[in-house]
């Protein structure tokens, strides 16, 4: 593979975290591949909208930057997220000039053939721009109802850590821009260099982001999620079924249905096992009950159920949630 022109666009407020990561996983990569006698697999530099230095989301100074007009045509084109982290910061930043100048040089150079990476709040970035309209991406999770609502015509998945869909590649929140630059590394270099990079860096390879979402903290930004969670969470030791949920809140299954979709992109019993989740997970990592009574804690009568769950969810096994002194103890 050649070296891969790259550059590092650098919004306001970026987070000093995705910049830091989007620069050392570059260079480690490219260390590694000289002590192999081969060619680095990032060229990069830093390009602003328009100042020469631009205050990091901590209030670092970052530069010096290129200028967009100077810029010549990338390969790869890198979004670091920034530090905007409610819907209330986040608007203005979206519609700032620097945001928009950022979106209409994004659309160039994609017109040229560069590949997209971003990641946390960079994302919205990229949907502001156009460029996943009608593609599969991801964001921060607990941003998701507010992607959805601006965007409609982007196919949000927000299980996924990493979601590549052509040209254009996303990922989560902070640290999971380092999942986001392994990917890089391993499809314009190999496999083999990413794992290096991430032992490296003692970096973990991680699949799913969906593990360290919070139910109840996305179900705010909803009036009617927020009713919905504090009857599901007053019931969740009982059997719950749709019907239940909706006669509850006043409402038909199917137009209950449609409002979880649309705000959490789960159906109502897909919610109602991620609150269950959450709860056994807090009791399996804070108590010492066995798990048939945690599982009856949570509305399963069958342990193995829950079990099943906290693997397919959590990607773990009960015991592996359990205290250190809990597990010593029943060795």
């Known amino acids: 593979m050649d070296t891969m022109k790259t550059a590092v666009l650098v919004l306001p407020g970026v987070l000093d975290l995705s910049l830091g990561i989007s620069l050392n996983v570059m260079t480690t990569a490219n260390r590694l591949r000289k002590v192999a006698g081969l060619e680095p697999l990032f060229e990069f530099s830093l390009v602003g909208t328009g100042r020469r230095r631009e205050l990091s989301g901590a209030g670092m100074e970052v530069g010096l930057l290129g200028k967009l007009s100077d810029q010549s045509q990338p390969d790869l084109l890198v979004l670091p997220g920034a530090n905007r982290v409610n ?3 986040l608007g203005p930043w979206l519609d700032s000039s620097e945001v928009g100048r950022a979106g209409a040089w994004v659309r160039e150079v994609v017109a040229g053939g560069a590949h997209l990476a971003a990641s946390c709040v960079s994302t919205f970035a990229l949907a502001q721009a156009g460029v996943l309209d009608g593609r599969t991406a991801t964001t921060s999770w607990w941003l998701a109802p507010f992607f959805r609502e601006r965007f409609p015509r982007v196919d949000l998945d927000m299980d996924r850590m990493v979601v590549s869909d052509g040209p254009v590649s996303t990922a989560g929140a902070a640290l999971a821009h380092a999942d986001l630059m392994l990917a890089l590394v391993a499809r314009w270099g190999s496999d083999e260099l990413a794992r290096n990079c991430a032992r490296y860096l003692m970096l973990d390879h991680r699949v799913t982001q969906s593990r360290y979402a919070i139910p109840t903290h996305v179900a705010r930004q909803s009036p009617l999620l927020q009713r919905a969670d504090r009857w599901i969470q007053a019931n969740i030791a009982e059997p719950v079924t749709l019907s239940m949920l909706a006669d509850a809140l006043h409402m038909t299954p199917r137009t209950l249905a449609r409002h979880f979709s649309a705000a959490v992109g789960m ?61 010593a103890r029943t060795a």
């Open 87 to 89: 819907r209330a910061e």
């Open 267 to 327: 159906s109502p019993i897909q919610y109602v096992q991620r609150l269950r989740v959450e709860y056994a997970t807090l009791l399996l990592e804070t108590g010492s009950e066995p798990l048939d009574a945690v599982a009856a804690r949570v509305g399963y009568a069958d342990a193995s159920m829950l079990r099943r769950l906290l693997l397919r969810e959590r990607g773990v096994t009960p015991g592996m949630m359990r205290p250190r002194r809990t597990r």
